[in-house]
């Protein structure tokens, strides 16, 4: 069983940054896929950011490329989500989600791939 724990989240101000933190239990994070999704009040999960077993690809939503990076550290069984310029529109739970083993880098935008995922951190902008 793997379990995913979630932090970094808070208040910034439109234009600032914050780094989310997601760290994994198990012996297996290396081998997984890792991707983060946001849902706000009132509004369906959304796709963030997605990265490989072995970090080589990366895939962002439109709403979020060019500000927000995804990076792993298997030594630390943990992956992050580094956003900037951000925007009253990113105010959400973000969410961590593990897993997806043998799937398609295209189909990790969708949160049917994924075995594992975190409760979930609140991201507030204020403008």
């Known amino acids: 069983q793997v379990q995913l724990v979630e932090s970094g989240g808070g208040l910034a101000q439109a234009g600032g940054s914050l780094r989310l933190s997601c760290a994994a239990s198990?012996?297996?994070?290396?081998?997984?896929?890792m991707g983060w999704f946001r849902q706000a009040p009132g509004k369906e999960r959304e796709f963030v950011a997605a990265i490989t077993w072995s970090g080589g690809r990366t895939y962002y939503g439109d709403s979020v490329k060019g500000r927000f990076t995804i990076s792993r550290d298997d030594a630390k069984n943990t992956v992050y989500l580094q956003m900037n310029s951000l925007k009253p529109e990113d105010t959400a739970v973000y969410y961590c989600?593990?897993?997806?083993?043998?799937?398609?880098?295209?189909?990790?935008?969708?949160?049917?791939?994924?075995?594992?995922w975190g409760q979930g951190t609140q991201v507030t902008v204020s403008s």
């Open positions: 989600a593990g897993g997806a083993t043998g799937w398609s880098m295209g189909a990790l935008v969708s949160p049917r791939p994924y075995d594992y």
């Open positions: 198990g012996r297996s994070f290396s081998r997984y896929a």
